[in-house]
């Protein structure tokens, strides 16, 4: 199956790696695929950055995330955050259902698990 995973966050690649793992071809979706593959530095979570952790996951590959989700049929999955989700599913194909994973919440008194929802 074509999947579309639009954001390259701690989340977003674990499901990149996960599906790619199970032999779907994932494209990768990002709002500049060069100034992500130019950065050095680790994300503002410590991760490594992108280039450096897809260096081991051959066969993914970034692109713009218009693009990405022009070449996967179905689904589109989000890991981005905020205000960036909003303007990158509002272009081609926003029509289309992406199921979006949302983290729990930050609080220590709650241990809810991820939910997963379907936005329009």
């Known amino acids: 199956m074509k999947i579309a995973v639009l954001g390259i966050s701690g989340g977003a690649r674990a ?30 979570m410590g991760a490594p950055p992108f280039g450096t952790w897809l260096a081991g996951h051959p066969g993914v590959e970034p692109h713009t995330f218009a693009d990405a989700a022009e070449r996967a049929p179905e689904p589109v999955g989000n890991g981005i955050d905020g205000h960036d989700a909003v303007a990158a599913l509002s272009g081609p194909r926003s029509s289309r259902r992406a199921p979006t994973c949302t983290p729990p919440s930050a609080s220590p008194s709650v241990s809810a698990p991820p939910s997963i929802k379907v936005v329009r």
């Open 15 to 44: 499901r990149i790696a996960r599906l790619a793992g199970l032999g779907h071809e994932v494209y990768v979706g990002t709002r500049d695929p060069e100034a992500t593959l130019a950065r050095t530095e680790p994300d503002m």
